[in-house]
């Protein structure tokens, strides 16, 4: 069990356009869910908490209006990268946990963005 | 806030020999969580240790939880090709997890 998906794996996009990402708890229902950003070789930065049927709470210097979290139930929950730039091109990884906040977190597979 | 750190950043090895990395909280922490994550994957759970002065083995694995629940290693005995990957440690302040910048494993033949 505690199995997460994410979709997609990959995308390239032109920049200025928006890209949505999807993480789904498929197993299991995921009262938290968690994003991630991770450069090459770095540690993973966390973005975003997001319980779900509320607002996300976002990490110091993350932009809430740049990147979207909609957490509408409690097996998925979407990341959106609105009008991405070339510096927004990472490894986006989404985590969920059954509980809220500080259990364990079972990872999607992450989904690579790249911004042309 | 609380910071993890976790040391050494790299490490390189020559199959057979032991290896480990070390994790240090500037606050005590609720539990600790030890990730691993293979080159071009994501991170995999491995282990929560959440008593003082914990110890929990997996195969050739040792983990440890130090009596302040400030500090954490994770040892690999006779290291194996299949050990390469990156080893995050979590410290959990009961309300987030925060990672360590994790430790890096090459293990050459």
């Known amino acids: 069990g505690a199995v997460v998906s994410q979709h997609p794996s990959w995308v390239i996009c032109k920049s200025g356009t928006s890209v949505k990402i999807e993480c789904r708890s498929l197993d299991f229902q995921a009262t938290t869910m968690f994003w991630y950003r991770q450069f090459p070789k770095q540690s993973l930065m966390l973005m975003a908490t997001?319980?779900?049927?509320?607002?996300?709470?976002?990490e110091q210097g993350v932009e809430k209006d740049k990147f979207l979290i909609n957490h509408a139930s409690l097996t998925l929950s979407t990341l959106t990268v609105t009008s991405a730039h070339p510096e927004d091109s990472s490894f986006y990884i989404c985590?969920?946990?059954?509980?809220?906040?500080?259990?364990?977190?079972?990872f999607g597979p992450g989904t690579r963005l790249l911004v042309l | 806030g609380q910071q993890v750190m976790q040391i050494p950043q790299y490490q390189h090895v020559q199959e057979g020999e032991d290896f480990t990395t070390y994790c240090n909280s500037s606050t005590t922490l609720s539990n600790i969580q030890w990730y691993k994550q293979r080159p071009g994957g994501h991170p995999v759970f491995l282990i929560q240790?959440?008593?003082?002065?914990e110890v929990k083995k997996q195969k050739r694995l040792t983990f440890q939880f130090g009596e302040a629940k400030k500090n954490s290693s994770l040892h690999i005995t006779a290291t194996q090709t299949t050990d390469v990957g990156t080893y995050f440690c979590?410290?959990?302040?009961?309300?987030?997890?925060?990672f360590g910048k994790g430790t890096s494993l090459l293990v050459t033949p």
């Open positions: 240790l959440v008593k003082s002065g």
């Open positions: 985590s969920a946990s059954r509980t809220s906040g500080s259990q364990t977190q079972y």
């Open positions: 997001s319980n779900e049927g509320s607002k996300a709470t976002y």
């Open positions: 979590a410290g959990n302040s009961g309300y987030a997890l925060n």
